[in-house]
């Protein structure tokens, strides 16, 4: 007699990986990055969704990860924006 069964294989769902972002370029200029060049999911594609920010330029993020970063005309200094990632089960900010 033969019956098929669903057996647990154990595997789950592994945790994505993130590694921090940080970005330096010369002001008045437009930057293009990935912010998830460094991160990855071992068993699905992840993707980025901007949560807030920046406040001093203005940002384009695509859920791929790769955005475009404008700062205001002439400002100088740090700026942040915030994002989370998702592989479709877990996710991050």
Known sequence: MLED??????????SPFAADDW???????TLFANLLSNDYGPDDAITAQRVSGPTN??????????FT???????????SFTYTWSDGIASTA
């Open 23 to 29: 970005f330096e370029f010369l002001h008045d200029t």
């Open 57 to 66: 330029g203005a940002l384009t993020l695509k859920a791929d990860g790769s």
């Open 5 to 14: 069964r669903n057996a647990p294989n154990g595997l789950g769902n592994s």
């Open 69 to 79: 970063y404008t700062s205001n005309t002439h400002y100088v200094g740090p700026d």
